[in-house]
């Protein structure tokens, strides 16, 4: 199972401002089963903080490559809910399939330059 965290300096279509490098995350799962993916990615979803300055998200489902267009897209406004994510990967389950949320974070929070 790999989860991708996106974070690109480049124009936001969200924001309608600029954002950071983008930054990926891969979790390999020892003893993995296409049956308990949704169980670990609604784990995993819920332990990251998401912006809430800019609260939108992609999900999408990849058939054998990410090259390929994907299978399924869906844009959530708001916070994800790990749970209905979960869920909608659900419907895929296939050793060949790939799961990506892009989402926003609120990793860094400026303080204006104080110590």
Known sequence: MAIAVSRTLKWNHYTGGSMGDPLFLSLWLRGYS??????????????????????????????????????????IEGIPDPQAV????????HEDCAFQLETQWDLFQWDGGRS
Request: aromatic letters at 14%; charged letters at 15%; hydrophobic letters at 50%.
């Open 34 to 75: 296409p049956i308990a993916l949704p169980v670990y990615l609604r784990k995993a979803l819920s332990i990251f903080p998401y912006s809430t300055l800019a609260p939108m998200s992609v999900l999408r489902i990849y058939a054998i490559s990410l090259h390929e267009a994907p299978i399924f897209e869906e844009f």
């Open 86 to 93: 979960a869920q909608q990967a659900q419907e895929f389950l």
